[in-house]
């Protein structure tokens, strides 16, 4: 025992030694040791909106709704001081399934929305964790909820913020503004669907079959088929509720992009296609043979499918994303609207610290070179924080023309920074090789920690 723990100890020291500095495992110590918000990945889950495809300019409400996705100051106490947001679940609008959360997570990307951790007086005192559903194509996916419950999206966002993260009464611009990004949201396009949902010329003979299988009424029961409920040509789903056999009454998911949103069922439960057709074999008692089981899988590998679902993000990526955010001042300060100048400045201060712990300090051991690039690319980051700070501080006080001068500076800063980041940038965690080996030690640091 006595020796374990020195064991323990000393395998933590060990890695502290390598790492050079704490690393706080998200959430400065509200959530539980062991939590992993799946924030560490270099890729970002593409995102396409509806204005953009058109050749169009996102609107303000889009922009609001899109940096009040990331901003934890909407939601509740326990989340903001964990520094959540829509975003750490839905990350760009799709799920994310590395988030766990002991206690609240059954296994990656499943959450548990009735706890006591993030409000209280929801809590229904049983471990019912749900898999986070990506939000792509959210506007072909009413009603909302895994069994239907909110008809109306905004309702349903209201709900999420007040009810489940016992966050304050959100103004109506805001709701407004979040029903208005996800909107816009797209599915993955999809070479290997035509028109109708039906294959795409070029689809291999086993899809073919698939598809068939698909539209084949069931044995027992002529009225059901797959394609009866998920809908090839409404996006995979007829949007209604059925019992399943998987516990009770259910939303249709859609089967667009699903190749990217396991685990699946509304909790979970299957970690692939071939486990999902055969719980509709044993249920719906279909006889499959394991060809056909083959066949079904090949098709809706082939249906759920998108292009290019990942892209590499790097400092351009990050600066612009920060800058798009920071557009909504340019709006919100002649309108004079303080919350929303309080919440953007909250928010991209949060995206400018999370941005620096990008380039590791000076001491840090798994990043040894590039020591004054990482330190300069710091401190003008240090620097940016301080300038939005003031935006911050003006705009509370009522003083508008001196919070537009003080983003004025901002911008110049940034401008002049963005050398200095782009230099320290292959020594940053951006960089993946730097980035594998600091994960590594991280682990190494939570694994000693958790016990
Ligand atoms: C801690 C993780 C987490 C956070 C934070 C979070 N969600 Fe979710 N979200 C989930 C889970 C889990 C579900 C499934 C809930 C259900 O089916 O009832 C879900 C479901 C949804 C759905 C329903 C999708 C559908 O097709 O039915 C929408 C819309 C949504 N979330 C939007 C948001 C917005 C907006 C925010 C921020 C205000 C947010 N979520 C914050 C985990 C999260
Ligand atoms: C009676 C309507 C109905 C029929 C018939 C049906 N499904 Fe489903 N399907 C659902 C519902 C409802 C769920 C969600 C169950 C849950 O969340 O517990 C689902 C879930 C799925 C999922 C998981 C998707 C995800 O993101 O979680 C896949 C894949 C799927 N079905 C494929 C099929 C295939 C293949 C068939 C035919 C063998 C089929 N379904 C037949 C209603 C149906």
Redesign the pocket.
């Known amino acids: 025992m006595a020796n374990t723990m020195r064991l323990r100890a000393a395998a933590l020291l060990s890695c502290l030694a390598l790492l050079g500095a704490p690393v706080a495992a998200g959430g400065e110590g509200l959530l539980p040791a062991g939590t992993d918000l799946g924030e560490q990945s270099l890729d970002e889950p593409r995102e396409i909106f509806k204005t953009d495809v058109a050749g169009g300019e996102r609107s303000y409400l889009v922009r609001l709704g899109d940096m009040a996705f990331s901003a934890p100051g909407i939601l509740g106490p326990a989340a903001r001081q964990a520094r959540m947001s829509c975003a750490t679940c839905h990350r760009n609008a799709t799920n994310n399934p590395s988030l766990f959360i002991p206690g609240l997570s059954t296994k990656g990307g499943t959450f548990d929305t009735t706890s006591a951790l993030f409000n209280p007086a929801a809590d229904d005192h049983r471990l019912d964790a749900l898999?986070i559903p990506s939000l792509r194509g959210t506007r072909f996916l009413a009603p909302y909820g895994?069994d239907g419950r909110f008809a109306s999206l905004r309702d349903f966002i209201r709900n999420v913020i007040v009810g489940e993260f016992a966050g304050p009464e959100p103004p109506p611009v805001i709701l407004d503004a979040l029903v208005a990004y996800l909107q816009e949201i797209e599915f993955l396009p999809n070479p290997r669907l035509a028109a109708g949902g039906r294959l795409a010329a070029g689809a291999s003979p086993l899809e073919r079959r698939g598809e068939a299988l698909?539209f084949r009424p069931?044995p027992h029961d002529p009225s059901?088929?797959?394609a009866?409920?998920?809908t090839p040509s409404a996006a995979f789903t007829d949007r209604r509720l059925?019992d399943?056999g998987?516990?009770g009454f259910?939303?249709?998911?859609t089967?667009l992009g699903?190749n990217f949103?396991a685990p699946?069922?509304?909790?979970g439960r299957y970690d692939d296609?071939a486990a999902?057709?055969g719980h509709?074999d044993r249920v719906?008692a279909?006889g499959l043979g394991p060809d056909e089981t083959k066949a079904?899988v090949a098709y809706?590998r082939a249906v759920g499918d998108g292009e290019q679902p990942f892209e590499p993000a790097g400092v351009d990526d990050a600066l612009v994303e920060v800058e798009y955010f920071v557009s909504v001042l340019d709006t919100a300060l002649p309108a004079h609207d303080r919350p929303v100048i309080a919440l953007t400045v909250d928010t991209v201060i949060g995206e400018l610290r999370e941005l620096m712990e990008r380039f590791p300090e000076r001491r840090n051991s798994v990043v040894r070179d590039g020591r004054a690039e990482r330190g300069k690319a710091r401190a003008a980051l240090r620097e940016l924080v301080l300038d939005l700070r003031r935006v911050g501080l003006a705009g509370e006080a009522g003083e508008f023309d001196a919070a537009s001068a003080a983003l004025a500076r901002y911008r110049a800063e940034l401008e002049a920074a963005a050398p200095a980041l782009e230099d320290a940038e292959p020594y940053s965690l951006f960089d993946p090789e730097r980035r594998r080996a600091y994960l590594a030690e991280l682990q190494c640091l939570q694994s000693g920690a958790a016990n």
């Open positions: 898999r895994h698909f069931f059901l088929s797959c009866a409920c998920h059925h399943v998987s516990g259910e939303k249709t998911p089967l699903a949103n699946y069922f509304h909790d296609y999902v057709v509709f719906f279909l079904l809706l």
